[in-house]
Structures are given as structure tokens and as C-alpha cells.
């Protein structure tokens, strides 16, 4: 990806200086707060705009008789407060709606009420203080009427600027506790220093933000392509139309000389999506991979259709065990956030199983929860006594979530294929159990017509689809693939938690 420019301010190139931010509405705003931000960004520049015009009437007020301790002041209040505000508030609520940080929320609150108290007393307009205030301009009408006439016109944008000021901070306050927002998460931010932490920002940029009354946000801007592989077995797919082969899927359409196109076909035919059976599964307690114990390496069957998953104890189960599998989509980036807010609920315990390919997306030391990669399936096994990490993970697992799933890890699991870590472990889970899956692709591998067969196999194993979406994707494309956003995929999981009564909040 290429790296972003400043570009704001927007500085002549005369000018030795250059810009100190990089801002961008479309690219990093989403499109549900893109308004909002707009508006505060109009608000800023009413502020430059109203000091400006001050600066102006102090100067007929220094014109008519006044004196020049006003008109200094007035160009102090345009120097120092034009870009403090820009800095201190401004660039806050930004950062809050770009990566839905409770810690800037709480940052612009703070900064952007001592604003609204500046923009009162600069209406009110003291005589002394550097502002045209209504105190100072009809007080000033009877020494010089012209100069007063000058001086009410910053007065009354001082006074819309107050007025502004409070609306758009009961908007902001009323989005942010509506959206689950609060101190305590600020707080919680502050402590493990989510707010200053670089990967975190990055994977959470262009994600869309929790709506409000805890409505999921369906269209943010966010990353979601996936990389060429290279695989060394070639796969024979034998596709539907070629040489009168019937697609149980799109029916006799799909052979050569069909009457619609392959994707129009299956696309028109309603997808199976059957509701996830939830049994009262307990899985065994977690043995580490290091113990010694015996292993069966007997075939992997389902259970039989009516009959509940082994139980292994009586006694409820106090923790979720949720097994978070990444491969190599751009939407990989998202994965420390995605922790993070899985880690929120309680009860959650998480491990993470990545592809090689993913590991480009997103750096180790920044995943707080054990990750597995196919080099410790093989470092942990040297004998027949030794642990079989897939199965392992299997056993450990009480839900897996595969998040970002990509195009070639689709085919593989669609083709039972288990060259890696990932995939073995989800060609030996437990059909008892729920897994989600995310598929995240460019638009154009996401409409080609064998991706519509892989999913709807997938899900008549039982596997739970969390739809893509229509984004920008980060190749300049813009269509459906993208992975759904972070606080979909967290809903999804505390159904999951809801439907076997156990708690999703602190």
C-alpha cells in the first residue's frame, strides 16, 4: 500500500513548510459518519473564519477611538487559537469517527466544551479582552457608530458559533452514548494504551463505527483484497457446463448452452443459510499441547443427526473457548482490533490460528492471545506420544470464527483440501460446533461463479456465512467483497454466547 502524504493544511509550495496531517474524508472516514465529521470540519473553519472577521471589527474599533490593546489581542486569538482548535478538538472527533477510539471521544468532550465556553464569552464580548462582543459593540455605538456597525457582524458570528458549539456537542454526545460509548472504556483504552498504539489505529482505520441504539454500521471503508499464491497440487474442478456436467446448484442451466449465465443463475437461487444448531456441547478440559497422553488418530466423523455432542461434565462451563482462524486477505489487518473486542467480552477466551500468507498483514507482538502457525504443528510433533496440534485445537474449541477467509483458503476447504494448520483443523472440526467464516476477496474473484458454489458448500456443513459487503476496496476498486466489519462479526459471536445464556457484557 502506498504510503499516505500530509496534506493538510494546504500550504503554497513557496511556502518552506509542509503539511502536518494527512486528512481525507472519503478514504478514512465511513460513510455513515462522513456528515457528521463534515460538519465539524465546517464548524472549525466558521471558528477561523468568525476570529478572522474579529480581527477585522477590532481593527474599527482601534479606527474609531478604541484602544490598540484590543486589536493586539484580536491577532493573537486568530494566531493561537486557528490552529490549537484544529489540533485539540478537531483532530480528536476525526480520529473518533476513523477508528472509534473512546479515548479521542473523551479527548474532543473535553477540549470542545472549554471551546463552547470560549465562544460564549466571546459573544458576551468583554471590553478589554480582544473580541467584538455584544458588551463592547453596543457599548462602543456612542463613540462611533460606524465602527459598532463594524464590530456586530463578528459579534453575531461569535454568537452563532456558541450556538453551533452546543448542538454539535449534544449530536456527538448523544451518538456516543447511543453507541455503547463510555468513560470507563476511555479509561480502559488509556490503561493498555489502545490509543497510542500504531497497528491498532492502522487496523482499525476505515472501520465502521457501532450506530446508534447499538445498530450495526453495514458499510464502512475498509481493506479486503486478497494476494496471488502459488499452489504446488493442481486442482482438477470440474466445473459446471463442461461436457454436459449438471451443477446440483444452478440444475440443468448450468449446462453448456444454459439460458442464463452461471452466476446470474446461482445467485438467483435462494442460498440455504440453516440456522445453527446449538447444543449443550461441554468441551474436555484443556490439556495442554505438552502433556503426555494418548492419541486416537481414528477417522474424523460427524455425529449422528439427532444426537447431542459428547459431554465431558456436568458441571457448566465458565469460559467460551473461541478459535480465531486468519489467512491472507488484506482484511488480515483488522485482526489485532478484532481480538481486542472479542477479549472484551467476558468469559472469552481466544487463540488464533494464521496461514503464512497472513502474517504479512499484521505483526505477532501485537496479538495479546496465543497464535498458532504451521511451523508448530510440526515443532510440537516428533513421535507417536507427542500431541497433534489440529486436533488439539479441535478438541480445545468451542466456536471457530475464520476471519478474513480469502479466495484460496475458500477452494481448499471447499475441496477438502488440509495442506496447512488452518486447514486441517476445519477439515477435522466437530460439526457440532458452530463456525463462522468471513469470506473477503476483490469484487472480481468474489463474482466469478465457482466462488458461489464454494460458499453454498461450505454452508451445507453447517458453517454460518457473515457476508461480504460493498466497500472501496484497497485496490481502487469498488464492489461487493469486502470482509463485514469488526462490530458484525462481534455481534455475531455474543448471539452465539446469547443463545446459550451466557453473559456478553461486563
Not at 115 to 135: D, E, R, T
Not at 157 to 185: C, D, E, N, Q
Request: glycine share 8%.
Amino acid at each position: 500500500m502506498a504510503e499516505k502524504v500530509n496534506n493538510f493544511p494546504p500550504l503554497p509550495r513557496f511556502i518552506p513548510l509542509k503539511p502536518c496531517f494527512y486528512q481525507d474524508f472519503d478514504a478514512e472516514i465511513p460513510p455513515q459518519h462522513r456528515t457528521m465529521a463534515k460538519r465539524l470540519y465546517y464548524l472549525w473553519m466558521l471558528n477561523s473564519i468568525t476570529l478572522a472577521v474579529n480581527l477585522v471589527g477590532c481593527l474599527a474599533w482601534l479606527i474609531g477611538g478604541g484602544g490598540a490593546v484590543n486589536f493586539g489581542l484580536a491577532i493573537l486569538w486568530l494566531i493561537l487559537f486557528t490552529p490549537c482548535s484544529y489540533v485539540c478538538w478537531f483532530r480528536p472527533i476525526y480520529k473518533a469517527f476513523k477508528t472509534d477510539s473512546s479515548f479521542s471521544f473523551m479527548a474532543f468532550f473535553f477540549t470542545f466544551m472549554a471551546q463552547l465556553v470560549i465562544s460564549i464569552i466571546q459573544a458576551v464580548g468583554i471590553p478589554g479582552w480582544g473580541v467584538c462582543g455584544w458588551i463592547a459593540a453596543i457599548s462602543f455605538f456612542g463613540t462611533n457608530v460606524g465602527s459598532a456597525v463594524v464590530m456586530l457582524i463578528p459579534t453575531v458570528l461569535f454568537t452563532g458559533m456558541a450556538v453551533f458549539s452546543f448542538i454539535a456537542l449534544t449530536m456527538v454526545h448523544k451518538f456516543y452514548r447511543g453507541s455503547g460509548g463510555s468513560f470507563s472504556k476511555a479509561q480502559e483504552e488509556w490503561t493498555t494504551g489502545a490509543w497510542k498504539n500504531p497497528h491498532v489505529q492502522q487496523a482499525a482505520q476505515n472501520a465502521a463505527m457501532g450506530a446508534a441504539q447499538g445498530a450495526m454500521m453495514q458499510h464502512e471503508t475498509q481493506y479486503s483484497a486478497t494476494p496471488n499464491y502459488t499452489y504446488s497440487n493442481e486442482i482438477a474442478l470440474r466445473l459446471p457446463g463442461r461436457g454436459g456436467v449438471t451443477s446440483p446448484l444452478l440444475g440443468d442451466g448450468g449446462r453448456r448452452g444454459g439460458s442464463r449465465p452461471l452466476r446470474e443463475q446461482a445467485a438467483a437461487r435462494p442460498l440455504r443459510s440453516p440456522r445453527l444448531e446449538l447444543r449443550d456441547y461441554r468441551s474436555p478440559d484443556l490439556r495442554r499441547v505438552s502433556a503426555e497422553f494418548d492419541r486416537s488418530m481414528e477417522p474424523f466423523s460427524p455425529p449422528e443427526p439427532g444426537f447431542p455432542a459428547e459431554k465431558s461434565s456436568s458441571v457448566p462451563q465458565k469460559t467460551f473457548r473461541v478459535l480465531v482462524g486468519v489467512t491472507g486477505s488484506v482484511a488480515a489487518l483488522k485482526l489485532p482490533l478484532l481480538i481486542t473486542e472479542l477479549l472484551k467480552i467476558p468469559g472469552l477466551e481466544v487463540k488464533v490460528v494464521t496461514t503464512e500468507r497472513a502474517k504479512h498483514f499484521y505483526r505477532a507482538q501485537e496479538i495479546p492471545v496465543t497464535l498458532y502457525s504451521d511451523e508448530d504443528e510440526w515443532r510440537l510433533w516428533k513421535g507417536r506420544s507427542d500431541p497433534v496440534l489440529h486436533i488439539e485445537l479441535r478438541r480445545w474449541a468451542d466456536l471457530m470464527l475464520v476471519a478474513p477467509l480469502d479466495a484460496n483458503t475458500l477452494a481448499k476447504l471447499a475441496n477438502g483440501i488440509c495442506d496447512n494448520l488452518l486447514t486441517c483443523v476445519i477439515r477435522a472440526w466437530d460439526l457440532s460446533k458452530p463456525l463462522l467464516f468471513c469470506p473477503a476477496m476483490n469484487t472480481a474473484m468474489w463474482e466469478h461463479p465457482i466462488t458461489a458454489q464454494q460458499v453454498e458448500q461450505l454452508k451445507g456443513f453447517g458453517y454460518t456465512e457473515i457476508p461480504c459487503v460493498v466497500k472501496k476496496l484497497v485496490c481502487g476498486d469498488e464492489g461487493r467483497g469486502a470482509m463485514a466489519e469488526v462490530w458484525t462479526i462481534v455481534e455475531n459471536v455474543k448471539r452465539i454466547l446469547e443463545e446459550r445464556d451466557l453473559p456478553t457484557q461486563s
